[in-house]
């Protein structure tokens, strides 16, 4: 019999569901004010998508995809990331028809196989934000700004913004020639996947993690000298415009992100160990990639809700308490249970978290399991209370108990 969970999976209920839940809610408030409307797209696509987007020189389509044929004999792929299955979206939905920008957020499900640590898991989940249509870096600015309301508003301290520029077209073709200029002195010290990269994507290697290949490119070129004038003013406007707003950032030439579909703006979230909490930028190519014919610029960032536990658990920033039980309705006898039900039932309705008994155990043995739920008051309904329509309400804490109607509960406890 199997009995425990795939490796880098994590089931989710209790403190840990409600603090997600809770994570998920401050997102939406802020995409609400953004004008921000969800999508939510297949948990699985046709492989191809995710080769054409992503990368096949990135090490989620080389090594981490969870890839199968399905009984079709078509090759698909569990999503590794959100941005790829959006954009097909909107594509085949024929969102580009509607008044441009088209702004779009989700909560997904995202696979990679990959070694599981702290806040990454095989299976984890991702909040993202797609913006399509518009070439400004007020695009950018507006999605930092989200993020940065996101943080401060779950509590986070320790995380900065850091942005870079990897530039579009040509000059990105110049520095890609110019880094393999570079990484030919060190191909014999580059890792195996790094030789391959360095033919393939240059820029791939400037993301390796391996300690050999991060020390060669220290001293690569930096894509922030090759800009052209379109790629160097987008990233100057985009500078101003924080400092404008207020929002610290520092300039890291090592951000190129780890996948292929970026351009321009590339941005991350960091703490001061170098974590990363979240990671973003501008994909203008990204679209023309998938269809062939249209280019349209857009925008969008991810991160994932594991990894926020993680930087909130690193921090000791508590989301406050997880709700309990404010009234426990004891029942003493088969006869007033409707009675009690029905109490229970009407409370719920107005919005009071109430617990009762199901499986009839005596007075005392409820007494002592609403002591276990934490909760804030006790009643017991019997006979006499159900004749009477008088219950004892008894404050848990101090041990006082009030004669209360039953139409009056609503009131005492919200008072209480």
């Not at 979206?89 to 957020?105: D, G, R, T, V």
């Not at 009407?346 to 109430?354: A, E, F």
């Amino acid at each position: 019999m199997i009995t425990n969970r795939p490796k880098g999976t994590q089931d989710w209920f209790g403190e840990n569901m409600w603090k997600r839940t809770k994570i998920e809610a401050i997102a939406r408030e802020l995409c609400s004010a953004y004008n921000i409307g969800e999508i939510i797209t297949p948990a699985f696509e046709h492989t191809v998508l995710f080769n054409r987007s992503v990368g096949d020189t990135t090490d989620v389509v080389q090594k981490e995809m969870y890839t199968f044929k399905d009984k079709g004999d078509r090759e698909i792929s569990l999503k590794p990331e959100g941005t790829a299955g959006t954009i097909r979206a909107y594509l085949e939905n024929n969102l580009y028809a509607l008044p441009q920008p088209i702004k779009m957020f989700y909560f997904t499900q995202a696979f990679r196989y990959e070694r599981p640590q702290s806040g990454r898991l095989r299976q984890h989940h991702q909040f993202g934000v797609e913006f399509v249509g518009s070439p400004s870096p007020m695009v950018e600015v507006e999605l930092i700004t989200l993020v940065s309301e996101f943080i401060k508003r779950i509590g986070l301290k320790d995380v900065k913004l850091h942005i870079n520029s990897i530039g579009y077209g040509e000059c990105r073709k110049k520095y890609n020639d110019a880094l393999l200029g570079y990484l030919k002195g060190y191909e014999a010290e580059l890792c195996e996947d790094c030789k391959v990269r360095m033919q393939k994507n240059p820029l791939r290697v400037i993301d390796c993690k391996v300690p050999s290949c991060k020390a060669i490119v220290e001293k690569a070129p930096r894509t922030l000298d090759f800009l052209d004038e379109e790629c160097k003013n987008h990233f100057d406007t985009l500078q101003k415009m924080l400092t404008e707003l207020n929002i610290p950032f520092e300039i890291d030439t090592g951000i190129v992100r780890g996948l292929d579909y970026y351009t321009k703006t590339v941005f991350e979230f960091v703490d001061k160990d170098g974590f990363t909490l979240c990671g973003g930028g501008r994909y203008d190519g990204l679209i023309n990639e998938i269809d062939g014919k249209q280019n349209i610029p857009a925008v969008g960032f991810g991160m994932g809700i594991e990894r926020i536990l993680y930087f909130l658990e690193k921090e000791g920033v508590s989301l406050g308490e997880m709700p309990h039980p404010r009234l426990y309705v004891g029942i003493m006898g088969d006869e007033v249970k409707a009675k009690a039900f029905e109490i229970v039932t009407k409370l719920r309705n107005k919005g009071v978290i109430v617990e009762t008994d199901y499986l009839d155990r005596s007075v005392k043995a409820q007494m002592k399991y609403a002591n276990k739920l934490g909760v804030d008051y006790t009643v017991i309904i019997g006979q006499n209370e159900a004749e009477s329509g008088l219950v004892k309400l008894k404050n848990m804490e101090t041990g006082d108990e009030t004669e209360v109607k039953f139409e009056e509960l609503e009131v005492k406890l919200a008072g209480g």
